[in-house]
């Protein structure tokens, strides 16, 4: 169970980071890479050519403005990969959605929601789980534990 998360930039960890940490809780190998669609596209490449020889099982790509980084990767591989807009200064990261979530017949990107690096990283987990019943019942847990979390908030909020 590996997920190989790619960065466009450096500046894109703040983004990822919610991400790796839930897949450190639920024991999820990983491993960070940057790496630009525009600045370096032979090593993205060869990123996404080699993941699943190398044992990944799913690629998350973070990327900013013009945000091709994830149709670039899917593009080159028959992995799932999970798509984040990185929220930019220039348009709030909408570019970034767009550039994501636009993908043409035949190379689809799953796109989460802006800076949406941690349901990227859960999104990820569901994907390993359906060949992993320890992760599902962990996953169903964590489920429950929101379910949990909303409903003591609710009950607190009518006992005021």
């Not at 450190?24 to 940057?34: A, H, L, T």
């Amino acid at each position: 169970m590996k997920v190989l998360v790619l960065m466009g930039s450096d500046s894109d960890s703040k983004t990822v980071e919610p991400g790796l940490k839930f897949l450190e809780e639920y024991n999820i190998e990983y491993s960070v890479r940057v790496c630009s669609a525009h600045r370096t596209p032979d090593m993205a490449k060869q990123l996404a050519v080699n993941a699943k020889s190398e044992g990944f099982k799913v690629i998350i790509a973070a990327a900013g403005k013009a945000a091709h980084l994830a149709g670039v990767i899917a593009a080159h591989t028959v992995l799932p990969v999970i798509g984040i807009p990185v929220k930019t200064s220039d348009l709030g990261g909408m570019d970034s959605l767009l550039s994501t979530v636009q993908m043409p017949a035949g190379v689809p990107v799953a796109t989460m929601a802006i800076d949406g690096g941690k349901n990227a990283a859960i999104l990820a987990a569901e994907i390993l789980a359906l060949n992993n019943e320890e992760l599902s019942n962990k996953l169903q847990q964590f489920k429950k534990e929101m379910e949990q979390k909303v409903m003591q908030a609710d009950r607190e909020i009518n006992n005021k």
